[in-house]
């Protein structure tokens, strides 16, 4: 009798495990699960925001195979995150050794200051940036001429090499110091006796970095490669707030979720802006997927 | 090393240090000295130090973009949004940390999956949805997925796990205490301090998101800050004073916010991190 009641008593308490869950996944369905899907229904259909949604089969599919705007916006929003990446978690392993095996004063107020600019609206990042060098007369052009960097000021934003590697340097600015972070997280978890034993062996402090740290953290650097590859080939806000949001000059800041939100929103073709997403989702899938794999493959071999 | 080559050695990365610093700081900075200069001034020379045009430079941006209605509707969605993400948060981690039930480990998985979702790809099923529900111009499309923030859930969970012990829950349930109430009377005030910790970013984030504003929101009076400043050039300034005064504005808050918090902020930003 009484094992019947405390059974009985799981029971309804699992029930109330559902009743704590349900918010989540009723917001969740709502808005996020059924965007996905209707955006994956309208890649097959044309519709232009107000009449009714005709269905055009895998047309858009066929379209967008052969737009060679989309295969440039793939490769901008590659490049850019390529550019910024590399340096980024360059700058990041460098910085995390240094707070990490020197005594270094007001390490905390760097390692802060670095964070600040994530923290920034990006929107503001994009028009700051924008104003700092757009025209002869920009405070750029000012400083770099009055320091004898340029015989004469320089029309930036008339040339595609610099405005895609702007958008590089300020993704790099805005996460080496989130990265920074995060690298210093992981290696707080490696137990630092193995430093004390690899110290004793005669290994010197960067020997000790590369060989030991590094791949102790491999874990914290996989989350942040896949994390900023998922977020960087997503990149909008700062080059659609740097220059005109078309992507110029001549379209080379012009990323897939612009390309995408101008298809949608500027020129209303719902439809093949859906189908510009689901490529693009692909494509993320698949570098998440190369990326993860590369990373553990590398593990293997290392052990 | 010789005691010579070791100082030389930290003097290199004292001064690699400040560069960087240099980079981080000095664009905030000329945004603030540009903020107080004319127009004219900006254009003609490289201002360096405070200038006196500040209060003419806040009223040119005044007479052409409302700021401060920006300001109050970005607060609003923001405020919002970062007390459902806390409350539903715990709310939902609570569930997961302290129940057994069907199919726990798959619905687990669901939240910790949703994080992965590339949220870009699907505004446009995100649009027809507010289209239909009748929300366009209105602020429940950014304010209710707060109900549905799996980074909260995903770190609550580990608190809750950690900090609440079940003989605690058990104890009230024998008390006769109810399930609803043991949550808000019992769970959620032990892991307030945890919530807050959460709050910040959620806060952040919403603060600065604009491609979702910049699509369900045309009309002027309800844009939100980000999609104020992003329209500022051209649409409504030629006045550079003016426009580098927006961005202050902008930009401001969070640092001061940061100034404060920051403590916080980078000791929150690793738990969940690192493991």
Redesign the interface.
């Known amino acids: 009798m009484r094992q019947r009641k405390g059974r009985r008593h799981?029971v309804s308490?699992?029930?109330?495990?559902?009743?704590?869950?349900a918010?989540?996944?009723?917001?969740?369905a709502?808005?996020?699960l059924?965007?996905?899907?209707?955006?994956i229904f309208?890649s097959f259909q044309s519709w232009d925001?107000l009449g009714l949604v005709n269905s055009v089969g895998v047309k858009n599919y066929e379209r967008l195979l052969k737009d060679e705007v989309f295969y440039q916006s793939l490769w901008n929003t590659f490049r850019m995150w390529m550019m910024n990446f590399i340096p980024q978690i360059l700058?990041a392993l460098v910085?995390s050794a240094?707070f990490t095996f020197?005594r270094?004063r007001g390490m905390?107020f760097?390692?802060?200051?670095?964070?600040?600019?994530n923290?920034?609206?990006?929107?503001?990042v994009?028009?700051?940036?924008?104003?700092?060098f757009d025209?002869d007369?920009s405070?750029m052009n000012?400083?770099l001429t009055?320091i004898g960097l340029l015989e004469e000021p320089f029309a930036f934003f008339n040339s595609t090499v610099f405005a895609s590697g702007l958008v590089s340097y300020i993704q790099w600015?805005m996460w080496?110091?989130?990265t920074t972070?995060?690298v210093?997280?992981?290696i707080?978890?490696v137990d630092s006796g193995i430093y004390d034993a690899a110290m004793v062996d005669g290994a010197t402090r960067t020997q000790t970095y590369v060989k030991i740290t590094l791949p102790m953290i491999r874990p914290?650097l996989i989350?942040l490669s896949?994390t900023s590859i998922?977020g960087g080939?997503?990149l909008?806000?700062v080059p659609?707030?740097l220059t005109n949001s078309l992507g110029d000059p001549r379209k080379s800041i012009l990323t897939t979720?612009m390309y995408?939100?101008n298809q949608?929103?500027r020129n209303h073709n719902?439809g093949y802006?859906?189908t510009v997403?689901?490529g693009?989702?692909v494509i993320?899938a698949i570098l998440?997927a190369l990326c993860m794999s590369a990373l553990q493959k590398k593990e293997r071999e290392g052990q | 090393m010789t005691k010579m080559s070791r100082r030389f050695f930290?003097g290199m990365?004292?001064a690699?240090?400040i560069f960087?610093?240099m980079?981080?700081?000095v664009?905030?900075y000329?945004?603030m000295i540009?903020a107080s200069h004319s127009s004219f001034d900006?254009?003609?020379?490289?201002n360096l130090w405070l200038g006196d045009a500040l209060a003419e430079n806040y009223r040119t941006m005044q007479t052409h973009v409302n700021i401060w209605r920006g300001f109050a509707n970005s607060l609003l969605i923001s405020a919002s949004y970062t007390l459902l993400t806390g409350y539903?948060g715990a709310?939902?981690a609570?569930?997961?940390a302290?129940?057994?039930?069907?199919g726990?480990k798959i619905?687990y998985g669901?939240?910790l999956a949703?994080m992965?979702?590339?949220?870009?790809?699907?505004?446009?099923?995100?649009?027809?949805?507010n289209?239909k529900l009748h929300l366009l111009n209105t602020y429940w499309?950014f304010i209710?997925?707060g109900?549905?923030s799996?980074s909260t859930?995903f770190f609550m969970r580990g608190i809750i796990t950690q900090s609440i012990p079940d003989s605690m829950i058990e104890a009230a349930r024998v008390e006769g205490c109810g399930?609803l109430r043991i949550?808000n009377r019992l769970v959620y005030p032990c892991v307030l301090p945890g919530i807050v910790t959460m709050c910040i970013f959620n806060f952040?984030a919403s603060?600065?998101s604009?491609?979702g504003p910049l699509?369900i929101v045309s009309d002027s009076r309800k844009y939100t800050?980000?999609?104020m400043?992003?329209m500022?050039?051209g649409l409504y300034l030629t006045n550079?004073g003016a426009?580098?005064l927006a961005?202050a504005i902008?930009?401001v808050p969070?640092?001061l916010v940061?100034c404060i918090l920051?403590k916080y902020?980078?000791n929150g930003?690793?738990v969940g991190?690192?493991k």
């Open positions: 799981t308490k699992s029930r109330y495990g559902y009743f704590f869950i918010p989540f996944f009723i917001v969740f709502i808005f996020s059924y965007p996905i899907l209707y955006t309208l925001g700058t910085l240094v020197h270094i905390r760097f390692r802060a200051a670095f964070y600040l600019p923290l920034i609206t990006a929107a503001s994009g028009l700051l940036f924008n104003l700092l025209g007369k405070a000012h400083i009055k600015w080496f110091g989130y972070v995060i210093m997280a992981g707080t978890t914290t989350y896949i998922i080939m997503q909008f806000d659609a707030t979720a995408l939100y949608g929103f719902y802006a859906s997403s689901a693009l989702f993320i998440s | 930290k990365i004292y690699f240090l960087l610093l980079l981080s700081v664009p905030f000329l945004v540009n900006i254009v003609t020379k490289l539903f709310f939902v609570y569930g997961f302290k129940f057994d039930f069907r726990k619905l669901i939240v949703s992965m979702i590339p949220s870009q790809v699907s505004i446009i099923g995100f649009y027809q949805l289209l499309p209710l997925p109900i549905a799996a859930v399930e949550f952040v603060w600065n604009y491609i699509i800050m980000p999609v400043i992003s500022i050039k550079y426009m580098y961005i902008s930009v969070i640092i940061f920051s902020i980078v930003m690793t991190a690192d």
